[in-house]
């Protein structure tokens, strides 16, 4: 199949083979970028039951954005055969790391995997089979958990007895094993699971069978950490513990709640660590173990037992008084600010927004085609992902919602002659015309109405400029005021948090 085209992806070379499809390396020439191919196993597509589950937890898990889930860009049928785009990752699985050397390296990607299930867990997404095989490493170190909105159609395929299988239900919940309702309980379920095999290289339940497998994740405790991981910080024993409680209200009961825990005992973990090198090098020196107290010989005078008490509190006064009289006020504007610059495989974009807690932007792109569209990203990392269904003419700028739900936007279609404010769901799936003959729409903090320019024209020039307003339905479109300056134009409008404002 290598160098055959299909619609717009040219194959470059075969990655792999498994029991859920075969991925390809691709390019994708209108966007130009690298991606994989997942084309599903046959019996899928026979399967229209299969295919119409799969089509709806494929569609679910596009809309996943985050910097350690591997995206979905889209699903496709090819004369009748089913294959979903994904962002293409290079690096290998996490089975090819485990065990890891340090506990402190294990559990720093642990919380890559938790902040990915969290972000699925929140938008009502289960993944039913997380595993070392499911979660890939890139070239930086990133966890990218895989195959969203696959897992469900493969646990409702009957499971052959093999030894393929037997490792698949390691990972399984007790609930999943019993055919009981699998939630996003059960997730974490398996990320302990996934947690102890990354620390000690082994399973917490053994079995040499497929039945011995079951019985022991259904009935026996798992194994204690500390058996393969000596002195293991008290903080991760506990965490496995919770994390593999048989019955789910016993577990953790938010992946949020998971990742808390861990950076806990990480730190928890660096700073046991920092304390041993340092004893290390003391004696290392030839000084012995660091005394954490010196007992005087003889019972030294008054001054000499708080002399530095008395010296320390003499430097602080004085150090308040010259703060108090010689310090001038300097102001600083953000002093704790960062800055982060996001890969964008495009060369032509416009004006951006931003989702109110600066995690999600939007921005408008020219693809390879000439087309706009609208590109949708996590500010952490990860691909751009288009969420406009229709390719337009122009798009000058884009608005986020504060909650990062919705996407404001002014363009031209291809067949439009004035620009048109548009109304798209970040997740994708269409969009909506909320007003005609508009520009730069501004969202209003509350998300119940969205600002934006409307020209007036006379004798084919512009008289004057309004600021309307319209709910993203796109009803109850009003005239707030007009502006009637002869400016030639304007590109930028801002509301007030209350609302009760406008600056343009």
Same mark, same amino acid.
């Given at each position: 199949?290598?160098?055959?085209?299909?619609?717009?992806?040219?194959?470059?070379?075969?990655?792999?083979?498994?029991?859920?499809?075969?991925?390809?390396?691709?390019?994708?020439?209108?966007?130009?970028?690298?991606?994989?191919?997942?084309?599903?196993?046959?019996?899928?597509?026979?399967?229209?039951?299969?295919?119409?589950?799969?089509?709806?937890?494929?569609?679910?898990?596009?809309?996943?954005?985050?910097?350690?889930?591997?995206?979905?860009?889209?699903?496709?049928?090819?004369?009748?055969?089913?294959?979903?785009?994904?962002?293409?990752?290079?690096?290998?699985?996490?089975?090819?790391?485990?065990?890891?050397?340090?506990?402190?390296?294990?559990?720093?990607?642990?919380?890559?995997?938790?902040?990915?299930?969290?972000?699925?867990?929140?938008?009502?997404?289960?993944?039913?089979?997380?595993?070392?095989?499911?979660?890939?490493?890139?070239?930086?170190?990133?966890?990218?958990?895989?195959?969203?909105?696959?897992?469900?159609?493969?646990?409702?395929?009957?499971?052959?007895?093999?030894?393929?299988?037997?490792?698949?239900l390691?990972?399984m919940?007790?609930?999943?094993?019993?055919g009981?309702?699998?939630?996003?309980?059960?997730?974490?379920?398996?990320?302990?699971?996934?947690?102890?095999?990354?620390?000690?290289?082994?399973?917490?339940?053994?079995?040499?069978?497929?039945?011995?497998?079951?019985?022991?994740?259904?009935?026996?405790?798992?194994?204690?950490?500390?058996?393969?991981?000596?002195?293991?910080?008290?903080?991760?024993?506990?965490?496995?513990?919770?994390?593999?409680?048989?019955?789910?209200?016993?577990?953790?009961?938010?992946?949020?709640?998971?990742?808390v825990?861990?950076?806990?005992?990480?730190? $928890? +973990?660096?700073? @046991? #660590?920092?304390?041993?090198?340092q004893? *290390?090098?003391?004696?290392?020196?030839?000084? =012995?173990?660091? %005394?954490s107290t010196?007992?005087?010989?003889?019972?030294?005078?008054?001054?000499?037992?708080?002399?530095?008490?008395?010296?320390?509190?003499?430097?602080?006064?004085a150090?308040?008084?010259?703060?108090?009289?010689?310090?001038?006020?300097?102001?600083?504007?953000?002093?704790?600010?960062?800055?982060?610059?996001?890969?964008?495989?495009?060369?032509?974009?416009?004006?951006?927004?931003?989702?109110?807690?600066?995690?999600?932007?939007?921005?408008?792109?020219?693809?390879?085609?000439?087309?706009?569209?609208?590109?949708?990203?996590?500010?952490?990392?990860?691909?751009?992902?288009?969420?406009?269904?229709?390719?337009?003419?122009?798009? $000058? +700028?884009?608005? @986020? #919602?504060?909650?990062?739900?919705?996407? *404001?936007?002014?363009g031209?279609?291809?067949? =439009?002659n004035? %620009?048109?404010?548009?109304?798209?769901?970040?997740?994708?799936?269409?969009?909506?015309?909320?007003?005609?003959?508009?520009?730069?729409?501004?969202?209003?903090?509350?998300?119940?109405?969205i600002?934006?320019?409307?020209?007036?024209?006379?004798?084919?020039?512009?008289?004057?400029?309004?600021?309307?307003?319209?709910?993203?339905?796109?009803?109850?479109?009003?005239?707030?005021?007009?502006?009637?300056?002869?400016?030639?134009?304007?590109?930028?409008?801002?509301?007030?948090?209350?609302?009760?404002?406008?600056?343009?």
């Amino acid at each position: 199949m290598t160098g055959n085209t299909i619609g717009q992806y040219k194959i470059l070379e075969k990655l792999g083979e498994g029991g859920m499809g075969v991925v390809y390396k691709a390019s994708d020439t209108r966007l130009n970028r690298t991606v994989a191919l997942k084309f599903l196993p046959e019996r899928v597509n026979r399967d229209e039951g299969a295919k119409a589950r799969f089509l709806q937890e494929a569609q679910a898990a596009a809309g996943l954005n985050h910097p350690n889930i591997c995206t979905i860009y889209g699903v496709d049928e090819q004369e009748g055969q089913l294959f979903m785009s994904m962002e293409y990752i290079e690096g290998g699985t996490l089975r090819e790391k485990l065990p890891f050397a340090k506990p402190d390296d294990a559990l720093a990607v642990a919380i890559q995997i938790g902040e990915a299930l969290q972000e699925a867990h929140a938008r009502e997404i289960v993944h039913r089979d997380i595993k070392a095989d499911n979660v890939m490493l890139n070239s930086k170190g990133q966890a990218k958990v895989m195959d969203f909105g696959l897992a469900k159609l493969r646990g409702a395929m009957k499971l052959t007895r093999t030894s393929s299988t037997v490792g698949t239900l390691g990972y399984m919940s007790p609930e999943q094993i019993q055919g009981g309702e699998a939630d996003h309980r059960s997730d974490i379920f398996s990320f302990g699971v996934l947690l102890f095999e990354m620390l000690t290289g082994r399973l917490p339940f053994r079995g040499d069978h497929e039945a011995a497998m079951v019985y022991s994740i259904v009935n026996e405790e798992p194994e204690s950490v500390e058996k393969y991981l000596p002195g293991a910080a008290p903080e991760i024993s506990r965490i496995l513990e919770k994390a593999l409680e048989k019955d789910p209200a016993d577990r953790y009961q938010t992946a949020a709640d998971f990742v808390v825990d861990l950076r806990r005992a990480r730190k $928890q +973990s660096t700073r @046991v #660590s920092r304390e041993v090198t340092q004893s *290390a090098l003391a004696a290392a020196a030839g000084q =012995g173990p660091v %005394p954490s107290t010196q007992m005087p010989v003889a019972g030294p005078t008054f001054f000499a037992r708080f002399r530095w008490f008395i010296l320390t509190g003499l430097i602080l006064i004085a150090a308040v008084v010259t703060l108090v009289f010689l310090r001038k006020p300097t102001p600083e504007v953000n002093p704790n600010m960062t800055v982060k610059e996001l890969e964008i495989p495009l060369t032509n974009i416009r004006y951006h927004g931003l989702s109110g807690d600066g995690n999600w932007a939007a921005f408008p792109g020219k693809d390879a085609g000439g087309n706009w569209h609208v590109y949708f990203m996590n500010t952490g990392g990860g691909e751009p992902k288009v969420i406009t269904s229709d390719s337009m003419r122009w798009i $000058q +700028s884009v608005d @986020v #919602s504060m909650d990062g739900s919705r996407v *404001a936007y002014g363009g031209t279609t291809p067949s =439009g002659n004035t %620009p048109a404010i548009f109304v798209a769901s970040a997740l994708g799936g269409g969009t909506r015309v909320v007003a005609q003959d508009g520009i730069v729409p501004r969202w209003r903090p509350d998300g119940k109405r969205i600002f934006y320019y409307k020209w007036r024209w006379s004798a084919g020039r512009m008289t004057d400029l309004a600021i309307w307003s319209v709910t993203p339905e796109g009803t109850d479109n009003r005239l707030e005021f007009t502006d009637s300056v002869s400016i030639q134009g304007r590109i930028s409008l801002s509301v007030s948090p209350d609302g009760g404002a406008v600056a343009w």
